[in-house]
Every structure is written in C-alpha cells, then in structure tokens.
C-alpha cells in the first residue's frame, strides 16, 4: 500500500479559498497512490474559532463535493482531513473519508474536544460513533487529534476489526514529545497501523508540531515529518498485521 501524508502549513493571513487552493495544488503532484490524508480542520485553521460558524458546512455542502472529486481524480482512498461541519444548531469537528470513486465511505465525528487553551470545546458537540469502515485497504478506524490522549477508543476500535489507524490533527509544538510517543503507542499496544497528518505553522499564537508519521504495529516510525510543510510518502503491506498478531498474539491475553 502506497500512501501519502500532507502536512498543511496554516497561515494566519490566507482565507479558506486561499487554502484549499494551495492543498489542491500539493494534492496534484501525488499519483499512484493507495491512501492519501490530510490533518485536521486546516481548511479554516484549528485555532481560529472566530471563524468556525461562519465557515461551517453542511456534510452535504461544498468541501465534500470539492473533495470527493479530488479523490476520484487522484483515484485514491482519501481522508480529506476534518471540517467543520454544521447540522442544525450543532457545530462538530468532523473528518470524511472517499474511496477512488469518490464515494463518501465514512465520516467521523471527534469525541474528545480540546478545552485547553481552545474554543473547541464551548463551540463544537462531541461526536459518538467510533468511526470504523470496511475498505478495499482493510479496515479502517479514524480519529482526530486530541483522541490520541484516550487508548479506549482505539480498544474499542480493534473490536469492530481496525487494522489501520487514520489520524488527523492540528497538534501544538509544546507537546510534541507526547504527540512522537502517542503516535508511537496506540499501533504498538492495538498492532496496527497508524497514519497520522498534523498541521504546522504559527497561527494564533500557537506553533504547530507537525512530524506527521507512519507507524507499523511493533511502534516503529516508518516514515515522518519535519516542522515545515511537506509530503510525507511511504510504502508498507497492511497483511502484516495479521502475520504479527499472530506471531506476538498479546491481544488475545487481554483481561478486560
């Protein structure tokens, strides 16, 4: 499996458009690729909350029209990273995943909102599905930023049948030895794969960890990223999660 993790820099001074035009461009250059992800609300920017309402959108509205075209010209699976989605008087964070047709296979709504030093919390409503689907990939569970922090959800995760963790995040550089080691962790404890996508930049005061990361089941980093904008592409069999998992079965001593 081919796949590619674009680390957005997020600019204080560049509207929405202005973005999603850029990303649009770094997108082009990728072809022949199984699995492309995006971070998380980059197209508005995590921390700009004075913008979330009045850019938020319907599921049904432009950025998925937009994207799922983009997934079926990069004729890839595609998480085009979370939005901020409006449904009725309800603001969520929320990610969306294409398959090569541009098919909406699954959307992900983030459970744990951030309240340190964020709007997030007061803004968004937390979601409740797990956000698990079956692909051509394998099975495939998503999750967004903060949820890094909550090893039951990815318990619970591996119980629908994950075997590829997709992450998407907008995670600030003070904490960047917890986003290596929880990056590290959650595939090494649930023998999976993990994908990660995080933004970089400085914007509203916060400076922005990037070193995206791919992470095979032993929690070894196969490929990462730096503190600039940047493609983050590797390769990797997702079959060796059923090979390791049967070779170290640590999963199946579990008591609770």
Request: charged share 25%; proline share 4%.
């Amino acid at each position: 499996m081919k796949v590619a993790s674009v680390q957005v820099e997020i600019r204080d001074d560049e509207s929405k458009e202005e973005r999603i035009s850029r990303v649009e461009k770094m997108l082009d250059s990728l072809t022949d690729h199984d699995l492309i992800i995006l971070p998380e609300i980059w197209a508005t920017g995590f921390f700009s909350f004075d913008r979330y309402q009045a850019e938020a959108e319907p599921l049904n509205g432009a950025f998925r029209e937009r994207f799922a075209a983009k997934a079926k010209q990069l004729n890839a699976y595609f998480l085009a990273g979370s939005m901020v989605e409006q449904e009725g008087e309800h603001f969520y964070n929320t990610s969306l995943l294409f398959d090569p047709n541009g098919h909406l296979v699954g959307t992900y709504r983030k459970i744990h909102l951030f309240r340190y030093q964020s709007e997030e919390g007061k803004i968004l409503s937390p979601g409740k599905d797990l956000g698990v689907f079956q692909t051509e990939l394998g099975t495939v569970a998503l999750s967004t930023c903060f949820d890094l922090r909550f090893p039951e959800l990815y318990r619970k995760q591996i119980d629908q049948g994950a075997t590829l963790f997709l992450v998407t995040s907008a995670w600030p550089l003070a904490r960047l030895e917890h986003w290596n080691l929880l990056n590290r962790v959650r595939p090494l404890e649930n023998q999976t794969f993990l994908v990660s996508s995080n933004c970089v930049g400085l914007t509203r005061g916060f400076q922005l960890a990037g070193h995206s990361v791919v992470v095979n089941p032993r929690g070894v980093p196969i490929a990462s990223g730096d503190e600039t904008e940047m493609l983050i592409q590797t390769e990797f069999d997702l079959a060796q999660v059923k090979e390791i998992r049967e070779s170290f079965p640590q999963l199946t001593c579990r008591m609770l």
